[in-house]
Structure formats: structure tokens, C-alpha cells
């Protein structure tokens, strides 16, 4: 839970590719509004593309279960933001209504090596 009092800054968009940049460009910006340096600003561009790529890409996967094998329209991507004591959080979410299904990763595979979710043990 944060506290009161904090900066913070939400931005909700369609997941599509091009949230990506508009997730970066409203990062840049609220942390530039709070006065940041130039080194967290940065950092936190390349962490927000990182999550908001995933989010996109898990975000618009239909549920094998419920639906055909088109990805929902209405799939939409969170970013939320916040600076609290000098740090600064990030949260991204997704439309999608499970956890990530872990895969295993080749060694030349570019993607696969992300978090694992909660049922993992980690």
C-alpha cells in the first residue's frame, strides 16, 4: 500500500505495439516533472519498455478456454507510477485474466527468460 502524499501517475492505453513508446514518452516525462536525474529517468524508460512490451504481448493473447484465435480488441495495458522517499515504482498490468505460463527458453531464444509466476515457488 503507499502512502499519502506521494507523486504518482497512471496511464491506461489499448495493447498495441505502439503503447510501448507512449508508456516511455509519459515515464520520461512524470519523472522529469518530479525533478529526477538524468541516470533514473533513463533507467526507468528501459524498464517500462521492458514491462510494457510484456504486458502488450501477454496482454493480447486470448485465453485458450474462452475465446477464438483472434487477440481481444479490448485489451488494455496499465503503467502506474510513483516516487515515494526518493524511489521511485512502477507497476504495469494487463488484460489478460491468468498469470504467465512459464516456457522454456533455448539458448539463442530471445524471449522466455522473464519472471516466473506466483505458482512457480519463487
Do not use: F, K, Y
Not at 504518482?8 to 525533478?35: K, N
Not at 529526477?36 to 510484456?54: G, I, K, Q, W
Request: proline content about 9%; overall charge negative; hydrophobic content about 40%.
Amino acid at each position: 500500500m503507499r502512502a499519502c502524499g506521494e507523486d504518482s501517475s497512471h496511464l491506461t492505453l489499448p495493447s498495441l505495439p505502439g503503447a510501448v513508446a507512449w508508456a516511455r514518452r509519459h515515464a520520461e516525462s512524470s519523472l522529469r516533472a518530479w525533478q529526477l536525474d538524468a541516470d533514473t529517468v533513463e533507467t526507468t524508460r528501459l524498464v517500462v519498455s521492458e514491462l510494457v512490451t510484456n504486458a502488450v504481448r501477454c496482454g493480447r493473447e486470448t485465453p485458450p478456454a474462452t475465446a477464438p484465435d483472434a487477440a481481444d480488441p479490448a485489451a488494455r495495458v496499465t503503467l502506474v507510477l510513483w516516487l515515494l522517499d526518493g524511489q521511485v515504482g512502477i507497476e504495469v498490468c494487463d488484460s489478460h485474466p491468468g498469470w504467465p505460463v512459464a516456457a522454456a527458453a533455448g539458448p539463442h531464444a530471445e524471449t522466455g527468460r522473464g519472471r516466473p509466476g506466483p505458482s512457480s515457488g519463487m
